[in-house]
């Protein structure tokens, strides 16, 4: 079993009852420098489903940083937005809005879509070779689409979160001008994503808080959803699998997210409910399931590790289909859990099989 198999991850989030559970782990590159690095090492080599492409590397491991994701480097991206962290690897937030008032609006201009992707710079021909390598040996492409934060949070980075829930409340003339240059710019992306040919496309933005979602629905239906629609349909129109990520507590939002053409949700599963999520999806749209890293990987027992996969995977899955799993590990989590969560993501892939 390859965890990346395209083939098999095809056939989970179409119902065409895959071979086994997609499980996808990630270790965010913070973790290299909060843990013991050979403890790291010996859990990836010996989770041989989970990394099957895994090759120890002698020495410490250097891990490469995001541009905004370096402490005491501060980064501009392609929008004017600067970005600052305080730990390597984990990714900043912006400090100061390009558009934080409206006077120099006038003179505010969107990236070429050609040169960046709105956050950092962008090579198609390369992107094109990757996709093409890819699907030539049955490998998943990862990261074709937009930028994490491409629409709402963008607008709250260009003009800052209260100034934009403020512009929401006084239907600002001007912000509706913003919303369709950052639309324009993001059509743009996708045109070209579409062009190259990947089998997903992916739409990721934060919109929940820890208890509902950082704008009304009734905000999110006037100024966010329609340029949800228009930029998810060039790929439904191509008949790719449209990919939306979302952070926090989004249930308040999702029947409109759904709305918008999005065949597989990433969503939490604690701060939503597990059993919300069955209600709301199971059989019906591919849940790709972000496994909790903040209550009970981090602070529970292995025992109630292996409890909670288990039963994710008894309510969300079945033998047709319809579920993907992720775990994305930083510091902070107890070396025991990290390990625990690995045993029991690995164990409970084939559940179905």
């Known amino acids: 079993m390859n965890v990346f198999s395209r083939e098999n991850y095809l056939k989970a989030v179409r119902f065409e009852s895959p071979n086994f559970i997609p499980m996808f782990f990630a270790i965010n590159s913070a973790c290299w420098h909060h843990y013991d690095q050979e403890a790291l090492k010996d859990l990836m080599e010996s989770h041989k489903f989970l990394f099957p492409n895994y090759e120890r ?15 005491n480097e501060p980064y501009i991206d392609f929008w004017g937005c600067v970005w600052e962290t305080s730990d390597n690897g984990i990714t900043g937030s912006v400090h100061q809005h390009p558009l934080a008032l409206w ?36 490998m998943l492409t990862y990261g074709a689409g937009l930028p994490h934060g491409h629409t709402f949070l963008r607008l709250q980075d260009i003009r800052g979160y209260v100034n934009l829930i403020m512009d929401m409340a006084d239907d600002e003339p001007r912000l ?44 999110f239906r006037k100024y966010i959803k329609p340029v949800y ?3 998810m349909r060039p790929a439904r129109e191509k008949g790719m699998l449209v990919h939306m990520h979302s952070d926090g507590d989004i249930r308040d939002l ?10 597989i949700i990433n969503l939490q599963d604690l701060v939503n409910g597990i059993d919300w999520i069955k209600e709301k999806f199971a059989g019906k749209v591919c849940v790709d399931l972000d496994i909790d890293r903040q209550k009970i990987t ?51 892939a084939g559940y179905y099989s």
């Open 57 to 71: 590397p002698k020495g410490k491991f250097i891990p490469e940083y995001g541009l905004d994701q370096r402490k």
């Open 103 to 138: 006077d120099d609006f006038e003179n505010y201009k969107a990236p070429d879509p050609e040169k960046s992707n709105g956050m950092f710079p962008i090579n198609w021909n390369d992107l094109k070779k990757k996709v093409e390598e890819n699907n030539k040996n049955d």
């Open 176 to 219: 509706k001008k913003l919303i369709q240059m950052v639309s324009d710019f993001n059509i743009e992306i996708i045109k070209r994503w579409v062009e190259i040919g990947p089998d997903i496309i992916s739409y990721p933005e934060d919109l929940g808080m820890q208890v509902g979602p950082m704008l009304s629905p009734d905000h």
């Open 229 to 231: 629609q228009r930029i």
């Open 254 to 263: 999702l029947d409109d997210i759904i709305e918008g053409g999005v065949q």
């Open 298 to 348: 981090a602070y529970g027992s292995p025992e109630e590790i292996d409890n909670l996969i288990r039963e994710e995977v008894e309510k969300l899955g079945s033998k047709e289909g319809g579920l993907t799993m992720v775990f994305g590990l930083y510091p902070g989590t107890p070396i025991e859990n990290v390990k625990a969560t690995m045993d029991a993501m690995e164990k409970y």
